[in-house]
């Protein structure tokens, strides 16, 4: 992650868990540590200040991933870690998949926390047991992934239906889609189709909610860590 310590960028709504995890991050990993609240605002503050770690201790919503996508994709040197729910783990990949580098569970520790931004630090990852036994099934199955639909049956995508469901995730539009994976509007239209039948649903809109991704993030005030 380069020759310079990175300083480390907290989004967390809540001012005591913010100021929590900011300390110890700050006395573990001995890096600089902000907090910035709400997700777009930590977000614009890791692009423009140069920050090298960003945790994000919130629900992400689809507007905040595609903006985590587009950030981490600009500037690879970027570590991101989610603290969230663990019990999807597809949610979770396809978090990875839009650029996020670490996950650890919502009822982490701030040491523990700080123990994973070390850890990026050093150039490594962080993830959940059952989220990569979840990678490793994906890799050997060639691409292809298991997801469970809204009345608990599970169904396999194919590789390009799990790239298509990703940039849905981000919130993308059909046309941005097409153009990110060199294919056809209509191509696409066959591949969210194809996604609506093997989910069980029938809104496009509803799909990234199935594997655990809100269209919006809570919002709140601003968090500040006192002096």
Not at 31 to 45: D, F, M, R, Y
Request: aromatic share 2%; glycine share 10%; proline share 5%.
């Amino acid at each position: 992650m380069g020759t310079q310590t990175p300083s480390v960028v907290i989004a967390c709504g809540d001012a005591l868990r913010a100021r929590s995890v900011a300390r110890a991050v700050e006395k573990v990993a001995g890096v600089a540590a902000t907090v910035a609240w709400p997700v777009p605002a930590a977000l614009l503050e890791v692009a423009s200040g140069g920050a090298g770690v960003l945790v994000i201790d919130a629900p992400v919503g689809s507007t905040d991933l595609r903006a985590l996508a587009d950030l981490t994709a600009a500037n690879r040197e970027v570590a991101v870690l989610v603290i969230g729910p663990v019990d999807a783990p597809v949610g979770v990949m396809l978090m990875l998949a839009s650029g996020v580098l670490g996950y650890l569970s919502a009822d982490t520790s701030p040491t523990l926390v700080a123990d994973a931004v070390t850890e990026l630090v050093a150039g490594g990852t962080v993830l959940p047991s059952n989220v990569s036994r979840s990678l490793v099934e994906h890799l050997r199955d060639g691409g292809r992934i298991v997801v469970e639909r809204c009345d608990g049956r599970a169904v396999q995508l194919t590789n390009r239906e799990w790239e298509v469901l990703v940039l849905l995730g981000q919130g993308r539009t059909t046309s941005e889609i097409a153009r990110s994976l060199v294919v056809s509007s209509g191509t696409v239209r066959s591949h969210v189709a194809a996604l609506l039948r093997k989910l069980g649903v029938r809104d496009r809109r509803v799909l990234p909610a199935v594997v655990g991704i809100v269209p919006r993030s809570d919002v709140g005030p601003r968090a500040r860590v006192p002096s």
